[in-house]
Antibody, heavy 119, light 108 residues
Framework: QLQLQESGPGLVKPSETLSLTCTVS??????????WGWIRQPPGKGLEWIAS???????YYNPSLKSRVTISVDTSKNQFSLKLSSVTAADTAVYYC???????????WGQGTLVTVSS | EIVLTQSPGTLSLSPGERATLSCRAS???????LSWYQQKPGQAPRLLIY???SRATGIPDRFSGSGSGTDFTLTISRLEPEDFAVYYC?????????FGPGTKVDIK
């Protein structure tokens, strides 16, 4: 059974860079046709897609965040990561990592990790 | 960017009743790349429906999806106690991927 687990600091200061890692277990991150993504949810609000990376390394970003976001994969550790720079209080959210296959939506999700931006 | 609108915002129903949730897209979705998720407090979203009408693995058949183009519907035929949650539609055919604002199904 595929499992995804987010990890990273729960508190980030304004203007700094938020860094999160998603560790994938129960399957290979480099399997063909898989896409790995990050989605966030501010407290009490809806879901926002941040970015995705394909099994081949192609990256896709939400234009609203593109200038501040980097997504990457470390196949040796079976992990993928998110970096969000110049954070503000508006970036406070639960951050989820997730997997999709081919032309299908995200079917496996991590449990989510709350990141608070505050000094 | 494709904007998704969901209605109603809140649906108050009793167990055993039928729930009908609507999702409307600002432009036609290619190949019906529309999915539905269920989210309970403190949990990650759970995929229910993909391709507008296909149930995901392990989803009970009381959940069904329909629609095409710009108008989509999620129907829960008979609400079970565990079905009271927030439901989101999502389009995944066009970047950026977008979600609707959600419909909360609560107990009347």
């Amino acid at each position: 059974q595929l499992q995804l687990q987010e990890s990273g600091p729960g508190l980030v200061k304004p203007s700094e860079t938020l860094s999160l890692t998603c560790t994938v277990s129960g399957g290979s991150i480099s399997s063909s046709s898989y896409y790995w993504g990050w989605i966030r949810q501010p407290p009490g609000k809806g879901l926002e897609w941040i970015a995705s990376i394909s099994y081949s390394g192609s990256t896709y970003y939400n234009p609203s965040l593109k200038s501040r976001v980097t997504i990457s994969v470390d196949t040796s550790k079976n992990q993928f990561s998110l970096k969000l720079s110049s954070v503000t209080a508006a970036d406070t959210a639960v951050y989820y990592c997730a997997r999709s296959r081919g032309e299908l939506p995200y079917d496996y999700w991590g449990q989510g990790t709350l990141v608070t931006v505050s000094s | 960017e494709i904007v998704l609108t969901q209605s109603p915002g809140t649906l108050s129903l009793s167990p055993g009743e039928r729930a009908t949730l609507s999702c409307r897209a600002s432009q036609s979705l290619s190949s019906s790349f529309l999915s539905w998720y269920q989210q309970k407090p403190g949990q990650a979203p759970r995929l229910l429906i993909y391709g507008a009408s296909s149930r995901a693995t392990g989803i009970p058949d009381r959940f069904s999806g329909s629609g095409s183009g710009t108008d989509f519907t999620l129907t829960i035929s008979r609400l079970e106690p565990e079905d009271f949650a927030v439901y989101y539609c999502q389009q995944y055919g066009s970047s950026p991927l977008t979600f609707g604002p959600g419909t909360k199904v609560d107990i009347k």
